[in-house]
């Protein structure tokens, strides 16, 4: 199929759910060559359970395809929408103005690019008021995936508590860090 792949979350499969959940958030990139840095935001969002759908979807070599993504994201039931670009980056803004959904901007920088990802970084941050894309360091796309599950958090106590016990794991593995180095 041309559409998106959906990936089912590790606790629909614990469930031991048949069917596919249906995704709540939509990983797109400009390239298949941005893969490698974003699965990152793939992998987040399956250890926390969360349906995603993953695509490559280009704003300059693919407009209309882009165009026909962010119009549909929200009545197909996708609640949050993460994309990924490098370069000239406008995926990330340019979907962000054709759709109410809150979207994740992923700056990537390309193997052997020039300008180390900032030019992307500034194309999808430097947003005109109204058209806000919520971007996270370049190549941070893990970033990207937490960010999904704590919007989707706010609506779902559940999601919300696995996001506070991934903190108390954060802390509890800088703490015993710390406690290593002073000994
Ligand atoms: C951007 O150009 C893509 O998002 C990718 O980061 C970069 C290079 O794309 P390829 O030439 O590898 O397809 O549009």
């Known amino acids: 199929s041309a559409g998106p792949v959906a990936a089912e979350g590790a606790a629909a499969a614990a469930e031991g759910a048949g069917e596919a959940r249906r995704p709540l958030v939509g ?44 119009r549909s994201a929200a009545s197909r039931g996708l609640r949050v929408i993460i994309a990924g670009a490098g370069g000239a980056a406008h995926l990330p803004g340019m979907v962000a103005a054709m759709t109410a959904l809150p979207v994740v901007g992923v700056p990537v920088k ?54 506070e016990a991934y903190q108390e794991g954060m802390r509890e593995s800088v703490l015993g860090k710390a406690e290593r180095l002073e000994q």
């Open 110 to 163: 390309p193997s052997g690019a020039h300008l180390d990802g900032l030019d992307a970084l500034l194309s999808i941050v430097q947003m005109p008021r109204g058209v806000p894309v919520a971007t996270v360091a370049i190549g941070n796309a893990a970033n990207a995936g937490l960010l999904a599950v704590r919007i989707l958090g706010a609506a779902d106590p559940e999601l919300r508590a696995r996001m």
């Open 27 to 70: 990983i797109i990139m400009g390239s298949d060559s941005d893969l490698a840095t974003m699965k990152a935001a793939a992998q987040v969002l399956e250890e926390f359970g969360v349906p995603l759908e993953l695509t490559v979807v280009s704003a300059h070599r693919t407009p209309e395809r882009m165009m026909d993504y962010a």
